[in-house]
C-alpha cells in the first residue's frame, strides 16, 4: 500500500492529511515557530497513531509514495519584512525608479533594498567593467547586502556580468553572497517583472529553504525513498531541489482551492466563494463556472511577477486575529497571537482578546472537546481579558461586549468576500479551515448569501485540496520571428530540459503528458511546454440522498445569543450522521477538529459524502 501525505504549515496550526485510496487520515498539530520541521514531523506521528493504534512513524514513511508539503513562511516573512538584506547591480539607470512606480511598489523597494543599488556603466572595456563591478560588490556587501539581484540592460551584458563576477568572486570562498541573475530566474516580455520576481525570489528563499532542507535531512534518518515534493501556487508540486522560492508564496490558499474546485463538480455549483479562516488571515477565492480564476502573471503585495498564480486575496481575520478598542471602536485584526502565545484561553501566555475567546464565553466551543478534545480550553482567562481589553474600555458589561465583538468579527469576515457575491446567480460560500465554520453563516447573511457549504475536511481542507496536485515542470521560450527550423530546435531543446527535470523528480519523460501551446503576450510569441506526472486524485461522493432524516442530538448547550438570553440549542456530531439528516437552527454541528454554528433560520443537511449543507430560510 503506497499512501501520499499532504501536510498545509499554517501560521497558529500544522495540518495533515494521510491519503490511501479513497480512505482519509487527518489530524492538527500547533506550529513550532523556532522549528518548522518539528511541526511537520508531530503531525505525521500523530497520524500515524490513527492509522496504526500506536506511534510509527517509520512504518508511515515506508508506506508512503510522496510526501506533499505547503507552508505559509514565505508569505509570513513577506509580510513580516523578515529576510535577508537585498542588493541590486545594474546598468540600466533608470530600473530602480521603473521598479518603485506607485506607493506600494516604491516602499517594497525601500524595505526590501533601499539604497543597496550599484549602478555600473552601459560602457567600458572588460577591465573597466571589472573594477565597477568589483567596487560596487564590496559596497553593497560594506552596507549590509546578504545576497544580490543582477540585472543587465541585455541577455548578453548580464552574461558579460556572470563571468566577470565568477572570476573575481568564486564561489568556493568562504563568505560568498549568493547572486542571482535575473534573466536566468525568469522569462518575461515585461522587465519590471521579471526583475521584481528575480528581487522577491531572493528575499524568500533563505527562508523557505532553511526548513525544507532540515526537513528533508530528518527524513532522510529513515531512508525515505523518495524526496519531499513542495506544493507550489500553479496548483503543481516537485522537489525541493526543483521548486523557486517564489512559487511557495500562497500555495496553501491554491489548495483550498483546487478543493474548492472538485465541491463545485461534486454538487454541480456554478459559482462558489472559497473563505479559508485560518488562524492569521482568511484567504478568499472563487470557483466560477467548475474553473479556478487564475492570472498568469500573478502579482504579491502590489508587485506583479513573471509566474502564474490563482486569483487569493488575504485578510487579516482569523482565529488568532487581536480583537481590540481603539478609539471608542472594537477593531478586528490584522495583528495576530498567532500560535505563541494564542488567543488567552489556549493558556500560553495571551493578553489579548480573539474570537477563539469570544466564541469560548458564548458557548459555541466546548472547552473539553476543542481539537477533538487534544487542547483543553481556559475560560476565565478569556472573561478577564475581554473585561480588561474591552468592556471595561467601553464601559459596558462582558456580555454585552460578547455580542459586540462577535458581530464586529463577522461584519469583518463578510467585507473580505462581499464584493465577490454574484449580483446575477446563486452564490455558494465554501467555509473551511479551522475557525470558517463557526461565524460562517453571519458572514454569508451580512454579504446576502444563502447558500453555506462546510466540507466534512474543513479543518484540513487546503491540506486536501493537496490530494488534487500532479508533479509537474513548466517552460517557456520566446520565438518571436524565428524560422520554423529554429522552432523545432527550441522544442527539442525544451523537450530535453523536461526530460531531464522530470528524470530528477523520479520520472521519464515516457510517463509524463506533454502539453504544448503558443502564447502570444505583448507582441512576443512564446512557447510554452508543461510535463506532468500524474498522481492518483480522491473524488467526492455528489449529492444528498432522496430521503430525508431528522439529525439525532448528540446533547445540548447553553449558547449567548443576546446580552440577556442564553438559549438551550440542539448539538450534533457530523460523524454520527447518515446521509439525508437535517435539522434546524439554532444548533451547533461538531466535525472532526471544528465547529459549526447554525443560526436561527438556517437549516442543516448531511450530504452522501458527509459534508454539510447549509441553507438560510429568512
Known amino acids: 500500500m503506497e499512501r501520499l501525505i499532504n501536510i498545509d504549515n499554517g501560521g497558529t496550526l500544522t495540518d495533515i492529511v494521510v491519503a490511501s485510496g479513497t480512505d482519509f487520515t487527518f489530524t492538527k498539530t500547533l506550529t513550532t515557530p523556532v522549528d518548522l520541521s518539528q511541526c511537520l514531523f508531530d503531525a505525521m506521528t500523530k497520524a500515524s497513531v490513527q492509522l496504526f493504534g500506536e506511534a510509527n512513524l517509520a512504518d508511515l514513511l515506508h508506506s508512503t509514495q510522496h510526501i506533499r508539503y505547503s507552508s505559509t513562511q514565505g508569505t509570513n516573512a513577506l509580510v513580516q519584512r523578515r529576510g535577508p538584506k537585498i542588493g541590486l547591480i545594474t546598468d540600466d539607470s533608470a530600473l530602480p525608479n521603473a521598479l518603485g512606480t506607485s506607493e506600494e511598489t516604491a516602499g517594497l523597494f525601500r524595505d526590501l533594498i533601499g539604497a543597496r543599488v550599484g549602478i555600473v556603466s552601459a560602457a567600458g572595456t572588460p577591465e573597466e567593467l571589472a573594477q565597477q563591478l568589483v567596487a560596487e560588490i564590496n559596497r553593497l556587501t560594506t552596507a549590509g547586502a546578504e545576497r544580490l539581484v543582477v540585472a543587465g540592460l541585455s541577455a548578453e551584458r548580464e552574461h558579460l556580468f556572470k563571468r566577470t563576477m565568477l572570476k573575481n568572486f568564486p564561489r568556493h570562498l568562504l563568505g560568498s553572497v549568493p ?47 523518495n524526496p519531499l515534493l513542495i506544493y507550489r501556487n500553479d496548483g503543481a508540486s516537485s522537489r525541493v531541489a526543483k ?45 466560477a463556472n467548475r474553473a479556478i480564476a487564475v492570472d498568469r502573471r500573478g502579482s504579491i503585495q502590489g508587485v506583479d511577477i513573471s509566474y502564474e498564480m490563482s486569483d487569493v486575496r488575504s485578510t487579516g481575520v482569523g482565529g488568532s486575529s487581536i480583537i481590540a478598542v481603539h478609539d471608542g471602536e472594537i477593531t478586528v485584526g490584522p495583528e495576530s497571537v498567532g500560535a505563541a502565545p494564542g488567543p488567552a484561553c489556549f493558556g500560553f501566555g495571551g493578553t489579548t482578546a480573539t474570537i477563539t475567546d469570544v466564541n469560548l464565553l458564548l458557548g459555541v466551543l466546548d472547552p473539553a472537546t476543542y481539537l477533538n478534545g487534544e487542547m483543553a480550553l481556559d475560560a476565565d482567562r478569556s472573561r478577564s481579558v475581554i473585561a480588561k481589553t474591552v468592556a471595561d474600555p467601553l464601559g459596558i458589561t462582558l456580555e454585552q461586549a460578547l455580542i459586540r465583538m462577535e458581530a464586529s468579527y463577522s461584519s469583518h469576515l463578510a467585507r473580505a468576500f462581499a464584493d465577490l457575491v454574484s449580483p446575477t446567480g446563486e452564490t455558494t460560500v465554501a467555509a473551511f479551515g479551522g475557525g ?61 530540459d523536461a526530460g531531464k527535470d522530470m528524470f530528477q523528480e523520479g520520472h521519464d519523460l515516457s510517463e509524463c503528458e506533454l502539453d504544448w501551446s503558443t502564447i502570444v503576450e505583448d507582441s512576443e510569441e512564446i512557447l510554452s511546454l508543461k510535463a506532468t506526472f500524474r498522481l492518483p486524485h480522491p473524488t467526492i461522493a455528489n449529492g444528498v440522498p432522496a430521503a430525508a432524516s431528522a439529525a439525532v442530538a448528540a446533547g445540548t448547550r447553553q449558547v449567548r445569543g443576546t446580552p440577556t438570553q442564553i438559549d438551550t440549542v440542539a448539538v450534533y456530531q457530523l460523524d454520527d450522521q447518515k446521509p439525508g439528516a437535517t435539522a434546524a437552527g439554532p444548533a451547533i454541528v461538531e466535525g472532526p477538529f471544528f465547529t459549526a454554528r447554525v443560526p436561527l433560520g438556517w437549516t442543516l443537511t448531511v450530504s452522501t459524502a458527509g459534508d454539510l449543507q447549509l441553507t438560510d430560510t429568512l
Request: proline letters at 3%.
Open 179 to 225: 547572486i542571482l541573475f535575473s534573466r536566468e530566474f525568469a522569462t518575461d516580455t515585461s522587465r519590471q517583472r521579471q526583475v521584481w520576481s528575480g528581487i522577491l525570489n531572493s528575499f524568500l528563499h533563505p527562508t523557505v529553504e532553511r526548513f525544507l532542507y532540515s526537513a528533508e535531512h530528518r527524513l532522510r534518518a529513515f531512508k525515505v525513498k
Open 243 to 287: 521548486s523557486v522560492a517564489l512559487k511557495t508564496y500562497s500555495s496553501g490558499p491554491r489548495g483550498g482551492l483546487e478543493g474548492t474546485r472538485a465541491l463545485a463538480e461534486a454538487y454541480g455549483l456554478d459559482n462558489v466563494l472559497m473563505i479559508d479562516v485560518g488562524g492569521t488571515t482568511t484567504d478568499v477565492g472563487a470557483v
Open 436 to 496: 470558517g465554520p463557526m461565524n460562517a453563516c453571519a458572514a454569508a447573511r451580512i454579504a446576502g448569501v444563502r447558500k453555506v457549504l462546510v466540507p466534512r475536511l474543513a479543518a484540513v481542507f487546503s491540506a486536501y485540496g493537496i490530494s488534487f496536485s500532479d508533479i509537474a515542470q513548466s517552460y517557456e521560450t520566446s520565438v518571436t520571428g524565428f524560422s520554423p527550423a529554429e522552432i523545432a530546435s527550441v522544442r527539442t531543446s525544451m523537450q530535453a
